[in-house]
């Protein structure tokens, strides 16, 4: 189910080069239009530290206020995956982990997570899943399967 770890070490090193060339982009200056902000965004929510999930939702907040509305679902992912970078719990429901990591990783979650703090009428307009489908994304993972899309505008 997963990468080896010579793999996982590869992608890991790539996306290391990606987030220093972000870096030094913002560095020089601000980034061509939203949807550079958004691919931004993107790059640094697969960074390593809490800094990195921080700046990911900034830069997806950049590229919502200058328009880009398919901004919204990194909008959140970026937000739910500082918070618990942080030890405090997402609100949206957008990351989902394992209790049991490994090859063969068993017991899906996303905690910590406030389910309460959000309604599904403001995950939507985030692109996230209602609660309900969040609950079944666990189940298709536990079951072994695939986890259907978790953005919800697709």
């Not at 990194?74 to 970078?85: G, H, K, P």
């Not at 979650?109 to 489908?133: E, H, I, K, M, W």
């Amino acid at each position: 189910m997963g990468m080896p770890d010579a793999q996982w070490q590869k992608v890991r090193a790539r996306d290391a080069e990606r987030r220093r060339i972000v870096r030094q982009l913002l560095a020089a200056g601000p980034l061509e239009n939203a949807t550079a902000y958004k691919q931004a965004a993107f790059i640094l929510q697969h960074g390593d530290k809490p800094g990195d999930y921080l700046l990911a939702h900034v830069l997806a907040s950049t590229a919502l206020a200058q328009g880009d509305p398919s901004a919204r679902y990194i909008a959140a992912a970026t937000l739910d995956r500082y918070l618990q970078s942080v030890h405090q719990p997402q609100i949206y429901g957008t990351q989902y982990d394992w209790k049991h990591p490994g090859p063969q990783p068993k017991d899906p979650t996303q905690a910590p997570y406030n389910s309460g703090l959000v309604s599904d009428s403001l995950r939507a307009d985030f692109c996230v899943v209602s609660l309900r489908q969040q609950l079944e994304n666990i189940r298709a993972l536990d079951a072994g399967k695939d986890m259907p899309w978790p953005d919800g505008c697709r």
